[in-house]
């Protein structure tokens, strides 16, 4: 595939994916995270009120892995709060696989499925690590893509669920879902369940994974049974006295959640009440995060202490993840033969090249780049990019 550009289509995506271990990716990326070899540069978010209604926001996250092979690329999710009314999809996107040694793209795909399979890949890894030996029971809020791959992922990947309770505000979603998925989950695994309220169906479980659109808190601490684990995936769900007294709290970047100012961990964190993980518990009102998910899974941090502790992951969601699994899937099409070529960067060179006019004085475009060659780079052995990442 030397000289030319691979373009995988959302059904390429799902079927190159089909050999590829999401779980596994993600699990090396954020391990290669906490052990200081991964890069996640500055994010750019450009949010816009469409005429025609909603709210549009285009995020580009980029991220480079120095694993064997590395990794790196860019997502590029853009999302409008109206589509679902009009029978589209809330997000889409693409994402760009750069060959580590020229820099070029080397393919673009589809980045919806991807984006899905990588937080539920996230989750259950957290999951696998932190439910407790009894547990049987979980409970999904919202009834979207992010709430189909989680159910798809915990009935493959944690045998031990029995039940999953889903509940959407929509009437109708939570049961679309359940009966969209009733012939795909692995016989004998969890079984779905449409649940009356939120509250009902967490009450009872023992793993929750919130996957909503909502930016009201409305999960409170009372609700959460003793020894839950509840994941925070749409972050804003889980009111604030849940994130301050649960006994374990994990987040995946300390520098996405301390930057963010959208979000209520990002709030508590500008607040003081929440302080970086390894920070000694201070004052009282005030509470540290545990860990990472990467020194989780590294032994790095502390785990869960007793079966009657309540666990909270607050996944804000990384690059690394995407371009993790992204290449792997990048792989398996070569493999296999998916997808169809794009031509243009495979043509040779048919006339000078056009002299550059736009670029009058310093190219923000290019700024966060410039700012990781400038830093030496994971890849050349020199000192990683202290550039903090900025999202949301
Ligand atoms: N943390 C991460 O890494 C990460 C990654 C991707 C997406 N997300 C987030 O996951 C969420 C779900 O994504 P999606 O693509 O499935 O969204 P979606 O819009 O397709 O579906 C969300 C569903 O939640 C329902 N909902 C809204 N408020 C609710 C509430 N209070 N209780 C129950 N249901 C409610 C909506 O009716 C809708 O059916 C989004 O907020 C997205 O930003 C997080």
Not at 139 to 164: D, K, S, V, Y
Not at 294 to 316: H, K, T, Y
Not at 329 to 354: E, H, K, T, V
Request: aromatic share 4%; proline share 7%; glycine share 10%.
């Amino acid at each position: 595939m030397s000289g030319e550009l691979l373009y995988l289509d959302p059904h390429d995506v799902m079927l190159a994916a089909d050999e590829v271990d999401a779980v596994d990716a993600v699990r090396e990326a954020l391990a290669l995270h906490a052990l200081g070899k991964a890069e996640i540069a500055s994010e750019a978010y450009l949010g816009w009120s469409p005429g025609s209604g909603g709210a549009a926001r285009s995020i580009s996250m980029p991220g480079l892995l120095a694993g064997e092979p590395p990794a790196i690329g860019v997502k590029i999710i853009n999302a409008n709060t109206a589509n679902p009314a009009s029978g589209l999809p809330r997000a889409s996107g693409l994402i760009v696989i750069f060959d580590p040694d020229t820099a070029r793209p080397v393919c673009v795909m589809a980045a919806s499925h991807i984006s899905a399979l990588r937080t539920a890949a996230v989750s259950v890894l957290a999951s696998q690590t932190l439910i407790t030996p009894g547990a049987a029971t979980a409970a999904i809020t919202g009834a979207g893509p992010l709430a189909r791959e989680h159910c798809l992922l915990i009935a493959e990947r944690i045998p031990q669920i029995a039940e999953i309770g889903v509940f959407d505000t929509i009437p109708g979603r939570a049961g679309d879902l359940c009966q969209e998925l009733a012939g795909r989950l692995p016989p004998g695994r969890a079984r779905l369940k449409v649940a009356a309220s939120a509250r009902s169906a967490i009450e009872r479980c023992d793993l929750l994974i919130t996957c909503t659109t909502t930016r009201q808190a409305y999960v409170e601490r009372g609700w959460l049974k003793q020894g839950a684990v509840a994941v925070n995936v749409s972050l804003d769900d889980l009111c604030a006295d849940v994130l301050m007294s649960a006994d374990r709290l994990y987040v995946d970047d300390w520098g996405l959640i301390a930057d963010d100012e959208h979000r209520l961990l990002g709030h508590l964190a500008r607040a003081g009440r929440v302080l970086p993980p390894g920070t000694p518990d201070a004052s009282p009102g005030t509470r540290a995060v545990t860990g990472t998910l990467g020194q989780l899974i590294l032994g790095q941090c502390q785990g869960r202490q007793s079966d009657a502790e309540l666990c909270v992951v607050n996944p804000f969601g990384l690059a690394i993840e995407d371009v993790n699994v992204a290449h792997r899937i990048y792989q398996a099409a070569l493999r296999r033969q998916i997808g169809g070529s794009l031509p243009f960067l495979s043509r040779p060179q048919m006339r000078p090249r056009p002299t550059r006019r736009w670029n009058h004085g310093h190219d923000r475009r290019t700024a966060p780049a410039a700012q990781g060659r400038a830093a030496g780079g994971l890849l050349s052995g020199g000192p990683a990019a202290a550039g903090r990442p900025v999202r949301r």
